[in-house]
């Protein structure tokens, strides 16, 4: 079974970098057919998709967060990351990772949260 955890720091400060980690296991990041995708979930908001990488690599991002997001991965240890610049408190939300299939959206697999605040 396919299973994703989110990892990194759960306190970042205003107009500083938040990085996180995704691992997989259970499937490789780059086989076929295949989207790994970051979202977000504010306090009292509905879910927010920033973006993904496809199993080419090539990355996509919402375009109200694309100016301050990249998302990039390391085959090797089947990991891919977000990087978001310059937060603000209205960054602060649960952050997940997921699988989603080409062209479906079913995103069938997430991992489990990972609360991030940012605050001075």
């Known amino acids: 079974q396919v299973q994703l955890q989110e990892s990194g720091p759960g306190l970042v400060k205003p107009s500083q970098t938040l990085s996180l980690t995704c691992t997989v296991s259970?499937?490789?990041?780059?086989?076929?057919?295949?989207?790994w995708s970051w979202a977000r979930q504010p306090p009292g908001k509905g879910l927010e998709w920033i973006g993904y990488?496809?199993?080419?690599?090539?990355?996509y991002y919402s375009p109200s967060l694309q100016s301050r997001t990249s998302i990039s991965r390391d085959t090797s240890k089947n990991q891919f990351t977000l990087q978001l610049t310059s937060v603000t408190p209205e960054d602060t939300a649960v952050y997940f990772c997921?699988?989603?299939?080409?062209?479906?959206?079913?995103?069938?697999?997430w991992g489990q949260g990972t609360q991030v605040t940012v605050s001075a």
């Open positions: 997921a699988r989603d299939s080409t062209g479906l959206g079913d995103f069938r697999y």
């Open positions: 259970g499937g490789s990041i780059t086989a076929n057919n295949f989207h």
């Open positions: 990488i496809a199993y080419s690599g090539s990355a």
